[in-house]
């Protein structure tokens, strides 16, 4: 069982990331080692996954491409962008990822 104070800290650093994104689009090129399945949030794996979708495409990555393709993260992408501002992505990227690597340690254990 996960303390819900990492599952917190952890939430808090995907949505970063996410933020992160959405104000510097171009971010992406250094984020070859994130997949969608590296977040635990739901609405941040899908968002991802969406962002992910866009980039390989060349498309545009913001509020209303990621909107159209899933109209029920607007609200989520509308206050996730209200609390974060000018975020340093490095951070938040690597600590996701290693999040990621904890709990799928932490599933093979307890197998």
Known sequence: MQDNGIIKTTTENERALIACILTKPSIM???DDITSK????YDCERCY???????????????????????????????LLAGYTGLEHGYYAKTVKQRSVL??????GSE
Request: hydrophobic letters at 45%; proline letters at 0%.
């Open 49 to 79: 996954a969406i962002i992910e979708t866009l980039f390989e495409r060349g498309e545009q990555i913001d509020i209303v491409s990621i909107s159209t393709v899933d109209t029920t993260l607007s609200v989520f992408l509308v206050e």
């Open 103 to 108: 709990r799928r340690l932490g599933e093979i």
């Open 38 to 41: 590296d977040f635990l949030n």
């Open 29 to 31: 090129e250094q984020l």
